[in-house]
């Protein structure tokens, strides 16, 4: 059995999200097909992680175990001119067979993408989060910068989450102002909660509404009590740009 | 009678393009019919040029004859909040009765994005050209050099065109290379033949592949004459990005 990594990049609009589920379409089972209809093999593909319903990915990393002795560049090419328009793979690679999309992972990084003018953007519609009240960029930079670090971010996750623990750790946060009115927020941790970095973005939205000063933000984080205060972004601004092992 | 000037955004995936034709969703005639719900008139609107099927807009500029009396910003309210989301209003503006989108431009700018990378583009299959073998961006902005003053660009349009002269005067050309691996061609001239840029862009990318030298790419414009190295590139990595009066 050979073991291949794969790097995907997909526009979640049309998907019920990554992970397999009965009868409706998500990212993974259509690869899982694509693999299928290549090499003829039932094959279960590793994720690093799930994204939700409509959120994006331009380096989501999965693996699978194999019997085709197709090379991966081969396998790369195949697989692009089987699968839909939106899903394709980046890259193909030959891995050892230790390796496991989930559990290697030492960091993610997530792009959340406002779109920070005051008419509707025609163009970025799926993919940007619509704020038409003026955001000040200041102020959220200064309440993100209350993430870094080992915290207990349970109060940006939904109630439902079965994890052992609900401490990461943030290694960076940025936030930037595009000229073309696009305000990008860049998480960096060693892993996330669900609905971490959609939570944590609706919540510093309030900041830059002037709602909620970057000092209560940052005593939210340090609470961990569940506030009003806390809202989730939603889905299409949302990017997994890369997993880093 | 008002006349109001209209800057719109567009992403032109499913019309036929900007101009009215009976019974096919064109941007042109959606607008009319969200002036006509929220106005009750049946207006034309002249918009600064047509856009071929599929081509996207930041900046396509429009006006048209009203007996509303509600105020500008109002309208443009009303009319992104009728329109479909993948056409939005930037700004609306009371313009002297003189001012005609067509007649008074004095320049457009249009950029055309490539996406030159070995994998298919998921996340912006209908916003930019792939082209999968590595062009060379500096023969590319060696032979766009040759654009620039005043030419007559018949050989960079269909032989259809009706028009009375095919001089046109180029004011500037850009290319420009991202670390995402686009490659981005803005063109400002005083006016366009039809299919012009996605012309020009055909055989630049000829030039970037090397199957054309920069000085064939002059010769091309300066003989006029139709030749087999003149190649369109498709409709979906064109953008109308401002006109200037």
Not at 7 to 22: F, K, L, P, R
Not at 84 to 100: A, G, L, M
Not at 141 to 149: D, P, R, T, V, W
């Amino acid at each position: 059995m050979r073991n291949i990594k794969i790097v995907i990049e997909y526009d979640g609009t049309d998907y019920h999200g990554w992970q397999c589920q009965a009868d409706i379409p998500t990212v993974q089972k259509t690869i899982e097909d694509a693999i299928h209809q290549i090499t003829k093999e039932k094959v279960k593909i590793t994720g690093s992680g799930r994204t939700d319903s409509g959120v994006h990915a331009m380096g989501q990393v999965a693996n699978f175990l194999t019997e085709t002795h197709m090379d991966p560049e081969t396998l790369k090419k195949a697989l692009n001119s089987t699968l839909p328009r939106d899903i394709s793979i980046i890259k193909t690679q030959e891995v050892p067979n230790y390796f496991h999309a989930q559990f290697n992972s030492l960091s993610k990084v997530y792009e959340y993408r406002i779109f920070n003018k005051p008419y509707p953007p025609a163009l970025q519609r799926n993919k940007v989060w619509h704020v038409s009240e003026k955001l000040d960029s200041e102020k959220m930079k200064k309440s993100a910068a209350y993430l870094e670090g080992t915290h207990d971010f349970s109060v940006f996750a939904t109630a439902d989450i079965t994890v052992k623990s609900t401490v990461r750790t943030v290694k960076q946060v940025s936030i930037r102002k595009t000229r073309e009115g696009l305000i990008l927020i860049e998480i960096e941790a060693n892993g996330f909660l669900k609905r971490m970095v959609r939570m944590i973005t609706g919540t510093l939205v309030e900041t830059g509404k002037g709602k909620l000063a970057p000092e209560e933000f940052g005593q939210i984080l340090a609470k961990g009590q569940k506030t009003k205060n806390v809202f989730t972004a939603p889905p299409q601004g949302l990017f997994l740009k890369k997993v880093l092992y």
